[in-house]
């Protein structure tokens, strides 16, 4: 049972332009939910959170967006780099100490 | 500032065989977690433990160990290794408890541990 879904495995944008990843859960008690990019052979990167009293958080480029009533987030990246082309991982947690992760999105920047 | 390290990055290990497994968290963490990925998935969370103690624990099997220092470093056990136990193992490490406080996990490159 996938309790975080990412249900596009790739995504590919054209430098400059607007890059929007997706995720939906199902678990009502999420309350906390990250993003995080993955470059091959390093570990995963905290790109940034949002809590759930807060439906929009940015930090630069990156902007959050949570719609709980159809437990969705997207993450927004503006403009596009092709240095922004990695595995983009949602993950969320609630009631416990472990965070759960979608099965993530690869994302390709064309210059 | 150092980050996550973990030691091996790469081993081979045959089935039946144990493996352990190091991390040093970034300094001043005090919480370290261990996550398990096999290609094509995400992290599954295996073990946290804080101040030396279990805080919680995924759904994996007995063979499945691990443990945290006075210095907060961590080992992760694993027993009679299996060939679906081949996975990239990543440790991270936070302030706190996940559990006290919402703050993001910082990986590890991770271990990338063949069983054959």
């Known amino acids: 049972d996938q309790q975080v879904k990412q249900n596009s495995p790739s995504l590919s944008v054209q430098e400059g332009r607007i890059s929007i990843l997706n995720c939906d859960y199902t678990n009502s008690m999420f309350d906390y939910f990250l993003w995080y990019k993955k470059y091959p052979a390093e570990g995963p990167t905290f790109l940034i959170s949002?809590?759930?009293?807060?439906d929009k958080n940015e930090d630069g480029r990156f902007t959050v967006f949570l719609n709980k009533s159809a437990k969705h987030l997207s993450l927004h990246i503006v403009p596009s780099q092709p240095g922004d082309s990695a595995v983009y991982f949602c993950a969320a947690k609630g009631g416990s100490e472990k965070l759960v992760f979608g099965k993530g999105t690869k994302l390709t920047v064309n210059p | 500032d150092a980050g996550v390290t973990q030691s091996p990055t790469h081993l081979i290990k045959t089935r039946g065989q144990h493996v352990t497994l190091r991390c040093s968290p970034i300094?001043?963490?005090?919480?370290v977690s261990w996550y398990q990925q096999v290609l094509g998935q995400g992290p599954q969370f295996i073990f946290q433990y804080y101040e030396k103690e279990e805080r919680g624990r995924g759904n994996f099997p007995d063979r499945f160990s691990a443990r945290q220092f006075p210095n907060y470093s961590s080992e992760l056990n694993v027993n009679a290794l299996l060939l679906g136990d081949s996975a990239l193992y990543l440790c991270a490490s936070s302030l706190l408890p996940s559990r006290v406080y919402n703050s993001p996990l910082h990986f590890g490159n991770g271990t990338r541990l063949t069983v054959t």
């Open positions: 300094s001043g963490h005090k919480s």
């Open positions: 949002i809590s759930s009293i807060k």
